[in-house]
């Protein structure tokens, strides 16, 4: 299984109601991508101090890395991120992507 952990910076001016709607385009991806699993969204909540600005996030569970491939070139992954990345302080910037094989020890 691949976990794809996403963070995110948002622009001060995008409402809670935006990112909602952001959240649920990635969302609607399940739909659409065979082997993405579950996906989860939240704000930061960590006490420690290096989020580093880094405000939300989600992760993306998928069967393995074909799956994450097809995801990461579907049409419809294209337009959610380009969405997600003009919501996001300094575009590409503001993310940070990592992804973990958790099939491996």
Do not use: W
Request: charge should be negative; glycine fraction near 8%.
């Amino acid at each position: 299984m691949i976990r794809h952990c996403v963070f995110a910076r948002f622009r001060s001016d995008v409402s809670p109601a935006d990112r909602t709607a952001i959240h649920a385009d990635l969302e609607a991806l399940r739909q659409a991508i065979e082997g993405m699993e579950t996906v989860h969204f939240g704000a930061n909540v960590s006490p420690e101090p290096f989020a580093r600005g880094f405000s939300h996030g989600f992760t993306i569970d998928f069967r393995d890395a074909a799956a994450r491939d097809a995801y990461l070139v579907h049409e419809a992954h294209q337009r959610a991120g380009a969405r997600l990345v003009a919501a996001l302080e300094g575009g590409t910037d503001g993310l940070m992507v990592f992804d973990l094989d958790l099939t491996k020890k």
